[in-house]
């Protein structure tokens, strides 16, 4: 195979053919994703046909696969997530409808993820877009006084699935509920470039500021992970996998209609090294 990476934006993305990931890849193969995958952060492949078995052993070339941990899912299958509104699947299903706001997967444990897939089944015909931003970019992107005021913070990350699933909780922090510290800043164990390691839907405060100090610092940095410049929005065609980094991007997704149908299966990677 010959794996060909096409960038689909200037801020973050790139579409990869060549490669039919239903059949065994050679380790020349997956080098050259991998090193695709260090270089755009987010790979798209298009035209795939591809089951529940074969998602999962692609997946498991970049690492050991991590079990799923939000909802409930089939013992035979305890890697795969169905992402869906769809009501006859006859499985467990999550993150049903609507958008949702910016956020690292898993950021909330002490371990997130390494990065995840998504392989599309049914989309809509409008919305459900995915929006990856480039924190890499964003963080090079700083001035050197904003780079040195946040380098060496650490905040607080905090994900109540129950009841704010998609949007920014208020009200006060459940001690119950996952929650972990990370450093404002990370850096990529593969790259060794530095990332803005916050999000909207999760980051909740960095700890060694005031409250004020705090709502500043994370305001300012939302807005500046999410301007258009280091964004590539995502539009959906039946077949594709889509993997991301999820060590320096974040995603969203947009809004859609509740009666038009998504499905996506995911699959995801596990990190055995923690934020650094």
Sequence with gaps: MTVIAKPLSEAIGASVTGVDLSRELSLETITEIK?????????????????DEQQEKFCRYFGELERVRTTTVAEDHPHVMLITNAK?????????DGEMMFHYDQCYYEKPCMGATLFS??????GGN???????KAYEALSPSWKERVIGLKALNYYDYGISPTMRPGGEIDPSIPQWVHPVVRTHPETGRKALYVNRLMSMRVVEVSNEESQEILQFLFD?????QFIYEHSWSVGELVMWDNRCSVHARTHFAPEKRRMMRRVTIRDPIPVK
């Excluded at 090193?35 to 089951?51: C, D, G, K, T």
């Excluded at 006859?88 to 049903?96: F, N």
């Excluded at 089944?121 to 409008?126: H, Y």
């Excluded at 995915?130 to 890499?136: I, P, S």
Aim: charged share 20%; glycine share 2%; aromatic share 10%.
């Design 121 to 126: 089944l049914e989309v809509p015909d409008v």
């Design 35 to 51: 090193n695709a995958w260090y270089r755009h952060s987010v790979l798209v492949f298009p035209n795939q046909s591809i089951n």
């Design 130 to 136: 995915t929006l990856f931003a480039n924190c890499t």
């Design 88 to 96: 006859d699947t006859g499985k467990p299903t999550a993150l049903e």
């Design 224 to 228: 500046h992970i999410e301007s258009r």
